[in-house]
């Protein structure tokens, strides 16, 4: 009796499983055709891309090869733009790649469409339709406006391209069928108004990575409650490093900090982008981006500040340079 009770609930079970694999692997991912035409590629829009994709919004923390034995990881100027194989020490599910988005038309997107770029970009949607592991934060820059979007796609058309191939993303199998629900097509978006600091600031906030790298990650998902908290680990071949609490709390987080503080703290690496970083060792090394964002504006740096001081102060003692 109780062995034939246990064998229908096992296969109530496999039947339960099996049935949630099939709905989610027949699932289909939302996706949008890309838009038509090209990014008019005039000078201001070049530069300003070039900008938010080296600096604001740091695209090559991920999409460049970089050098780790110096402070801060410099971009290599060899492979700016032309990708990065994510390290096993980062313990993601599978091997993850930043793909190569230099204008060569075979290992880069020389044959994509603009609208190709920018979907991939806001959609979280590859050329091929394939939905991209959302450590591309595409959850974050849904909300880019559509003139900025423009520029990043301007400036890496500008690239020089560089040929490196890399081995494809292969996702694990049951992560794989998870993220399909993760994309959301972003349609036309507006620039927010730069004058309202605290919404700029929010804007920001999300487009550099501040809520994403200082927020704690749990099972594959950030752990909302505790927004700016910091807590998150990150582990590379080159080191370990844990981000800051950032939240207003005034003896775990920024709290105590001025606003001209705040901004000191991103200038005072304004010296290494020009005389270049020094080298470090483990105990030294970290991927809070200070060499691209010490070159942000006092108004873009004014307005996160302005941003993270409307938050809830949590009190979470974070050391950010674990024991090597
Ligand atoms: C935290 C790391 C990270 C950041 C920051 C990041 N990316 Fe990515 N990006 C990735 C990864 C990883 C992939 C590949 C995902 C996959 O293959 O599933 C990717 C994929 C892409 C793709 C799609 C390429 C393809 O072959 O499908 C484009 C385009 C892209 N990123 C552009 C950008 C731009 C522009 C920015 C800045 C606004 C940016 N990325 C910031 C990690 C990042
Ligand atoms: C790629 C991950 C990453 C991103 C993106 C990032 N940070 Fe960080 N941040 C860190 C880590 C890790 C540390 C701790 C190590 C250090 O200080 O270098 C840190 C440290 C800091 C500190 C120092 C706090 C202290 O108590 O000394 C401030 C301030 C800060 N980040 C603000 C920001 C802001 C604002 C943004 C968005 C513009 C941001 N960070 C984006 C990872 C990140």
Request: aromatic residues 10%.
């Amino acid at each position: 009796m109780l062995k034939k009770f246990l064998l229908l609930t096992f296969l109530a079970l496999l039947l339960a499983i099996g049935g949630a694999l099939g709905y989610l692997s027949l699932r289909q991912p939302a996706v949008q055709p890309p838009r038509q035409g090209s990014v008019p590629m005039t000078e201001d829009r070049v530069a300003r891309g070039k900008y938010l994709f080296e600096n604001l919004y740091h695209c090559s923390s991920c999409h460049s090869e970089r050098d780790f034995s110096r402070f801060g990881g410099p971009t290599v100027e060899s492979g700016r733009g032309a990708g990065w194989v994510m390290p096993p020490e980062l313990g993601l599910p599978g091997r993850i790649v930043a793909s190569n988005l230099t204008p060569d038309p075979e290992t880069g997107l020389g044959s994509w469409t603009d609208g190709e770029k920018i979907r991939a970009i806001r959609d979280g949607i590859s050329r091929d339709g394939r939905v991209l592991f959302p450590m591309m934060p595409y959850e974050f820059y849904r909300e880019m406006a559509d003139e900025e979007a423009e520029a990043i796609v301007a400036y890496l058309n500008s690239l020089p391209p560089v040929r490196r191939r890399h081995p494809a993303t292969k996702i694990a199998f049951v992560p794989a069928l998870l993220i399909k629900s993760v994309p959301r097509p972003a349609g036309t978006v507006a620039m927010p108004d730069t004058g309202d600091r605290v919404r700029y600031g929010e804007y920001l906030a999300k487009m550099s990575g501040c809520i994403e790298c200082h927020t704690p990650f749990v099972r594959g998902e950030l752990l909302l409650e505790q927004k700016l908290a910091g807590g998150r680990r990150f582990d590379l071949p080159a080191g370990s490093v844990v981000s800051a609490n950032i939240t207003p709390d005034p003896s775990t987080g920024i709290g105590g900090w001025t606003e001209e503080q705040f901004i000191e703290k991103f200038y005072q690496y304004r010296d290494y982008v020009e005389n270049g970083p020094p080298a470090v060792d483990a105990q030294g090394f970290t991927i809070m981006p200070w060499l691209n964002l010490s070159q942000a504006s006092r108004e873009e740096l004014g307005a996160m500040y302005a941003y993270l001081m409307t938050q809830p102060a949590i009190r979470n003692p974070v050391e950010t340079h674990p024991a090597q």
